[in-house]
């Protein structure tokens, strides 16, 4: 009787422990090295609001991996809570795919030395990424000139003034040009949306429309749909009633 018991209690186990397997149709896989104790959580955007998708404790192993279903590719937030000590560096963004994807981080840098593969969109956003860091830092550059000018009571050179509006062109020209090369990817509709929404609506029509079929009926093809066509009544409506 004691066995039968015994062997009853294990069934019921194994089968609980199925019925808390997780199902979906992207793994995560990852490592944060030196990270020994903490919360990571996986959170989606909505509206205006982040929410969670997934939390995974951390207790001694600093690798990871979960299970989850998203209905596209999209951009995913991973955040991590230390417990016991506070960093800005602690939220990082990736374009997530149906599939596998592995983050590979560190606690130190957890945002700025992240490696994520396994992902197309991903690996995109990160060659768009490496352009613009070189154009931002040579805005930051002149902005650092401006403010010091700004403490002398002195102004900034008209030059560096011409270099900064170059600089801002140039980088809109570059992102706009990303985005046509990659109009067939998820991506395309996310940076505009995200990198350049205060363009001229030339190229905001250009962009919109070039958009493969497939990507136009997409998460970030359809809010930049909308987005263009709300430009458009702002924009009509002010010029028709300058007349």
Known sequence: MKKITTVFAAALLFVACQKEEKKGNLTITGDVHGLSKGTLYIKQKKDTSLVVLDSIQIAGDSKFSTVIDIAEPEMLYLFLDRGTTNSIDNSLAFFAEPGKMNIDTNLETFYAKAKITGSKNQELYDKFKVIKSRFV???????????????????????????????????????????????????????????????????????????????????????????VAERHKTEDTAANSSK
């Open 137 to 227: 830092g040579q805005e930051l550059e002149i902005t650092a000139k401006d403010l010091e000018a700004f403490k002398n009571k002195t102004t900034l050179p008209a030059e560096d003034k011409a270099k900064y509006d170059a600089l801002i062109r140039r980088r809109y020209l570059y992102t706009i040009n990303f985005i046509m090369t990659n109009k067939d990817k998820e991506i395309a509709p996310y940076l505009a949306i995200v990198e350049i929404p205060d363009a001229g609506l030339k190229f905001m029509d250009t962009i919109n429309k070039s958009l493969t079929p497939k990507i136009a009926k997409s998460k970030y093809g359809k809010i930049f749909g909308e987005y």
